[in-house]
Every structure is written in C-alpha cells, then in structure tokens.
C-alpha cells in the first residue's frame, strides 16, 4: 500500500520510518515522496512464527496482526518453574479449550493452555503463573488481574 507524503521532509533531514517498519521511498511524477511498506517487513509482521503460515490478502493479514498480538503461555519442559510464550494464528492455535486471564479494565491479556489451563479449574493461578504475572509487571489483586497498562499505581 502506497501513501503520498505531502510534507516530505526538508533538504538534508532524514526520513522517519513509521512503526518501525523498513520503508522504501520514491518520488513520483509530481515530486511528491511516495513511501511504501517492503515486502520483507509486511511479510515478517504477519508470518505466523508457530506454523509459517502468511496470509494472501490485506482482510487476512488484518486478522493475522490481531491473532499474533496474543500471548500463548505453555509449560517450560525445560524446568517445572518456567513458562514459555508462544503466538500463534487462527490455523494452529491450541483448540483444547484454553483460559483466558483478562485484564479487569481493559480485557487483554495471555491465554492458557494444555495443563496451564486445567490448573486452573480449581480457581486459583498455578504459582508459575501468577510469577510469570508479576515479572511482566502484572498486578494480582486477589482474583482481579490488572495489566501493566491499566494497574493502578
């Protein structure tokens, strides 16, 4: 998708890449700086890293983007103590009925699943969670979850 810049920038100053994404830029007939998102940075920001799969339309990509924002929790086999984060697509999320742990103000937040979500019946937060939680500066007020965005201070 291309974007006209009508205020391209002044003679010697450099260009700003907006939301961090590598940009090309051409002028066209007019001399009006045409910047347009590469391929390569669209294409890293909606291949799904758990499966590979990318999206063929701007519709899908959209989704794609919005499935990727979430943050899958999975036990760490590495050691009893750890979490691993995973993102994952529409195409290979875990279909094993995962938990969601949502923020009380703005309702984001990680989901669980596998054995993370079946500890979770009891009502309680397994412990590695509720560190997990904390190391991203969640705040866990009795059964209320506020994330680093919305907790109070």
């Given at each position: ?23 090309a ?34 519709r ?18 590495s050691?009893p ?21 949502d ?15 079946v500890?979770?019946?009891?009502g ?24 680093p ?5």
């Amino acid at each position: 998708m291309a974007l006209l810049d009508p205020y391209p920038p002044a003679a010697g100053q450099p260009e700003e890449a907006s939301s961090g994404a590598e940009l090309a830029a051409t002028r066209d007939n007019s001399g009006s700086l045409r910047r347009m998102d590469s391929l390569a940075a669209t294409s890293s920001r909606t291949r799904c890293p758990s499966c590979g799969w990318l999206p063929d339309d701007e519709r899908q990509r959209a989704r794609q983007r919005q499935d990727l924002m979430v943050t899958w929790l999975y036990p760490d086999p590495s050691g009893p103590e750890e979490l691993r984060t995973h993102q994952h697509c529409a195409r290979c999320q875990p279909t094993r009925c995962p938990v969601g742990l949502d923020c009380v103000i703005c309702g984001d937040g990680p989901l669980l699943s596998g054995d993370l979500a079946v500890a979770t019946e009891s009502g309680e937060l397994p412990d590695t969670v509720r560190r997990w939680l904390n190391r991203q500066d969640w705040q866990v007020i009795g059964a209320a979850l506020y994330c680093p965005s919305c907790r109070p201070r």
